[in-house]
């Protein structure tokens, strides 16, 4: 009886090795806050191109068999992130430490995730350091240190035993936060580690699939759009989507081939302002929680501020419209996909209760489209940042190599 036991208790340990476990639970939800740093004055603009260039820089050494010379990149002025949507997320085991979580930037433009910006780790019984360290630049901000795998708590029944973190013993650009919570495709941490520079570092939801918490490798994310400088109004859901947070159906576009954008959440999209007016024509960009604004591409976005008559507020860094022109503005239309999504003339603007946690004044209108700092044709044109993901539901499905939209009760919000 025993042998015949141990051998049944062998093959089933060899078949979980081989095959994720599928347990049939529903989607895990994770919810986000949203915050705005206001300990400094910021520049958005200056801090999202500072990205977009990092971005693009890495996307362009991977497709050419080269790693990234982060030198290269650090060589301006570092802006702390000034918005941000943030999940508590405990490290180490027993359950004492989750006391004080660590608060994690949600991050699809990155896969690694790594704590100690703004408290110290803290080593439990889960914790083992590996012979690597570990390093990340992200243009708007860079971390280095070691590497620990360690057990991660996402949220109820979303335990990870041995994930892969970075223990910060350096960082620039996360005041008021504990690190990233990395949820890009996982081909974005080659070259991260050293000595082992060609090794992957599965993400979290890689292991969380692979482990079998959730039947699909995928994860759903709602924002909202709010005017309070920090609120619980956001929801990363793993393993699906979360059917209350978006109306109609999602429509899917295919991760685009094009390079450097197809390294990332990369799509090819086109943009309209109002009826006829071609801002943009179709052309491969990003999908990236980390980016606060649209970006789009300079020529792009010229046509842009030529049909909204728009002027630079050199105090914010962002561009500026009168309220007569306000009331004239049209909405925008991203057409992904098959599918025209639109941007009203309210999600085009800073929320105006806002304005002075950016340094702005409280009446002025300010345009969360702006330039990316390129022209158009290097393979990454656009990012839609989460002023445009606060409008529409996102999925970003590893399975299926794709980014879905949803429109949401909040698409057409006046809240700005």
Do not use: C
């Amino acid at each position: 009886m025993f042998p015949t036991t141990l051998l049944t208790a062998l093959l089933l340990a060899f078949s979980v090795a081989a095959n994720p476990v599928v347990i049939d639970r529903p989607p895990v939800t994770l919810h986000l806050s949203r915050r705005v740093n206001v300990t400094s004055i910021h520049n958005l603009l200056r801090h999202d191109q500072a990205r977009a260039k990092a971005l693009k820089a890495k996307g362009a050494a991977k497709a050419a068999g080269t790693t990234l010379d982060t030198r290269a990149i650090i060589n301006e002025q570092v802006d702390n992130q000034a918005v941000t949507y943030i999940a508590s997320v405990g490290v180490g085991s027993p359950a004492t430490n989750f006391l004080k979580p660590d608060d994690l930037l949600i991050d699809t433009g990155s896969s690694n995730t790594w704590v100690g910006a703004g408290k110290a780790y803290v080593r439990t019984s889960a914790s083992t350091q590996t012979s690597n360290r570990v390093s990340v630049t992200y243009g708007s901000g860079s971390f280095s240190g070691n590497e620990f795998t360690d057990q991660v708590t996402l949220a109820s029944g979303l335990v990870i035993p041995r994930q892969s973190i970075g223990v910060a013993t350096r960082s620039q650009g996360f005041d008021g936060v504990d690190g990233i919570l990395g949820i890009g495709p996982v081909d974005l941490t080659e070259g991260t580690l050293s000595p082992a520079t060609n090794s992957l570092v599965p993400t979290v939801t890689d292991n969380l699939f692979s482990q079998g918490t959730i039947t699909n490798n995928e994860i759903g994310i709602s924002f909202e759009p709010t005017t309070t400088v920090e609120v619980l109004n956001g929801e990363l859901t793993w393993g699906g989507t979360d059917s209350s947070k978006f109306t109609g159906s999602i429509t899917f576009i295919p991760i685009t081939s094009t390079s450097p954008a197809s390294f990332f959440w990369g799509i090819n999209q086109s943009i309209r302002y109002g009826t006829s007016t071609n801002i943009l024509s179709t052309t491969a960009g990003i999908v990236d929680t980390g980016t606060t604004l649209i970006l789009i591409a300079t020529d792009a976005f010229n046509r842009y501020r030529s049909a909204t008559g728009a002027v630079v507020d050199n105090t914010v860094g962002l561009f500026r419209i009168t309220t007569a022109q306000f009331a004239r503005l049209q909405s925008l239309f991203f057409t992904a996909g098959g599918r025209s999504f639109e941007l009203t003339a309210n999600a085009q603007i800073w929320p105006r209760s806002l304005n002075t946690a950016i340094g702005g004044t409280t009446n002025n209108v300010y345009l969360i489209v702006n330039d990316l700092g390129t022209n158009s044709g290097e393979g990454l044109d656009f990012i839609n940042g989460y002023t445009f993901l606060e409008r529409f539901y996102s999925v970003f499905d590893t399975s299926n190599n794709r980014v879905g939209f949803a429109t949401t009760p909040f698409t057409t919000a006046t809240t700005n």
